[in-house]
T-cell receptor
Framework: AQSVSQHNHHVILSEAASLELGCNYSYGGTVNLFWYVQYPGQHLQLLLK??????LVKGIKGFEAEFIKSKFSFNLRKPSVQWSDTAEYFCASKAAGNKLTFGGGTRVLVKP | NAGVTQTPKFQVLKTGQSMTLQCAQDMNHEYMSWYRQDPGMGLRLIHYSVGAGITDQGEVPNGYNVSRSTTEDFPLRLLSAAPSQTSVYFCASSYSRGVSYNSPLHFGNGTRLTVT
């Protein structure tokens, strides 16, 4: 069974700091990868997705993620965070079939 | 479009009670699914459906039933609530018969369930 691991449960940083959230997936075949964000009190929203092609994927709100197949990783980055980036971030993978497997989530707190 | 609508937003049940969480989408999506969200465990798939009349189990199906009599609705039933089912439940849908590049998951706003 596939699994997704997110290394950090909580991250606290100041505005303008750079953010990198780790994500590793276990499936060895073709995999589709996603990052979702959940702002306080809201539902999950898609930040970005990777299916094929350029391993550096750009999403909304200045986020990007890099797919490194050899490391089974899909880390999320943002060069300069804002207070409004305070949220919980979920990495997810989809192998064959219709099931998305989510990581445990990383809560990010950006201090003004 | 309203998107994915879940009701109720909050619910408190006593152990042993049954209830149905409602989910409706008005986007003509074929794929619908239910997740539960627990701290540190991310979202875990309970049940999903790839079209009316078709349902299948996810990772954590025990204690839950689903049906898909129409394209729009995908209710989740708790047959006999247990404290372990205290969680936040999300319904999600996508256009195609599965998640694809042009058909990501759309989530509802969630139902916070407490079982005492």
């Amino acid at each position: 069974a596939q699994s997704v691991s997110q290394h950090n449960h909580h991250v606290i940083l100041s505005e303008a700091a750079s953010l990198e959230l780790g994500c590793n997936y276990s499936y060895g075949g073709t995999v589709n990868l996603f990052w979702y964000v959940q702002y306080p009190g809201q539902h999950l929203q898609l930040l970005l997705k990777y299916f094929s092609g350029d391993p550096l994927v750009k999403g909304i709100k200045g986020f990007e993620a890099e797919f490194i197949k050899s490391k089974f990783s899909f880390n999320l980055r943002k060069p300069s965070v804002q207070w409004s980036d305070t949220a919980e971030y979920f990495c997810a993978s989809k192998a064959a079939g219709n099931k998305l497997t989510f990581g445990g989530g990383t809560r990010v707190l950006v201090k003004p | 479009n309203a998107g994915v609508t879940q009701t109720p937003k909050f619910q408190v049940l006593k152990t042993g009670q049954s209830m149905t969480l409602q989910c409706a989408q008005d986007m003509n999506h074929e794929y619908m699914s239910w997740y539960r969200q627990d701290p540190g465990m991310g979202l875990r798939l309970i049940h999903y459906s790839v079209g009316a009349g078709i349902t299948d189990q996810g990772e954590v199906p025990n204690g839950y039933n689903v049906s898909r009599s129409t394209t729009e609705d995908f209710p989740l039933r708790l047959l006999s609530a247990a404290p372990s089912q205290t969680s936040v439940y999300f319904c999600a849908s996508s256009y195609s018969r599965g998640v694809s590049y042009n058909s990501p998951l759309h989530f509802g706003n969630g139902t916070r369930l407490t079982v005492t």
